[in-house]
């Protein structure tokens, strides 16, 4: 079953969709304490449903094998309201909350069994909300770590307030705070059930990233052979999606 979600922060207010597995139609009987659940984290500019619909195809993927799933737009980003310029990372790691919040309070879930999947972007934000929510268990698709926006800083000068990247609204703020979030600290303080994910080829978050973070997280990681950020070709999105069900599964 697939239902609009929404939620608020700071009066702002955020939608998404929340997948949840049909027992008739598997043959799963729910659990008497409710589905498992994984809340799913978008990366930079991108949304719910992302390239190659990768976080709809997951989701879904996920209801078959007897797992809720809640893929939801940050505020500024898809959907949901307020702007792409108040964007940071500290109001990212708050809709996280937010999302969690929601998820645990959904009849028929199991508040104790709420997990989290970050994708970029969102690995890095996942990676600082972690301490905090407190998943069940903890994936990590191609995280990225602030060295990303060093470019950005000209001269180690910060832009103006607004800065035009490539037709979205940057802010200053955003800059500011990114490059001294510590994703890697924070994930080495969690200590929970973790695995990451990453494309041996990938050209915006290279690989050695996603081995940084398992070291960190002292957990395993998966490498997606010839797989580039945004996994483009059907055998890479097959293991990627194939392997993450079976990790949040506990396989």
């Keep these: 079953m697939e239902m609009f979600a929404q939620f608020s922060v700071e009066g702002q207010r955020m939608y998404g969709m929340l997948h949840t597995p049909d027992g008739s139609a598997t043959g799963q009987q729910?659990?008497?304490?409710?589905?498992?659940?994984?809340?799913?984290?978008?990366?930079?500019?991108?949304?719910?449903v992302s390239s190659h619909?990768?976080?709809?195809?997951?989701?879904?993927?996920?209801?078959?094998?007897?797992?809720?799933?809640?893929?939801f737009d940050c505020r500024g980003s898809g959907e949901s309201q307020g702007d792409f310029s108040e964007m940071t990372v500290g109001r990212e790691v708050q809709d996280v909350e937010a999302a969690f919040?929601?998820?645990?309070?959904?009849?028929?879930?199991?508040?104790?069994?709420?997990?989290?999947?970050?994708?970029?972007?969102?690995?890095?934000?996942?990676?600082?909300?972690?301490?905090?929510?407190r998943p069940h268990r903890f994936a990590l698709w191609s995280p990225a770590l602030p060295e990303l926006w060093l470019r950005h800083l000209r001269g180690g000068l910060l832009p103006p307030v607004i800065s035009d990247y490539g037709g979205w609204p940057l802010g200053r703020a955003f800059l500011q705070e990114v490059v001294q979030t510590r994703p890697l600290e924070a994930a080495a303080r969690w200590g929970g059930v973790a695995h990451v994910f990453?494309?041996?080829?990938?050209?915006?978050?290279?690989?050695?990233?996603?081995?940084?973070?398992?070291?960190?997280?002292?957990?395993?990681?998966?490498?997606?052979?010839?797989?580039?950020h945004t996994y483009d070709s059907l055998e890479q999105i097959e293991m990627l999606q194939r392997e993450t069900v079976r990790f949040l599964r506990g396989g």
């Design 30 to 48: 729910a659990p008497p304490q409710g589905w498992p659940s994984v809340v799913i984290v978008h990366g930079f500019t991108g949304d719910k």
């Design 53 to 71: 619909r990768l976080l709809v195809l997951l989701a879904r993927r996920l209801t078959a094998a007897g797992i809720a799933a809640l893929r």
């Design 101 to 133: 919040d929601y998820v645990r309070h959904q009849p028929g879930l199991d508040p104790e069994r709420v997990m989290l999947l970050g994708y970029s972007m969102g690995g890095l934000v996942s990676a600082l909300a972690a301490e905090k929510v």
């Design 198 to 228: 990453h494309g041996d080829r990938d050209q915006t978050c290279p690989v050695e990233w996603g081995v940084r973070y398992a070291e960190a997280l002292r957990c395993d990681a998966t490498a997606i052979p010839g797989a580039g």
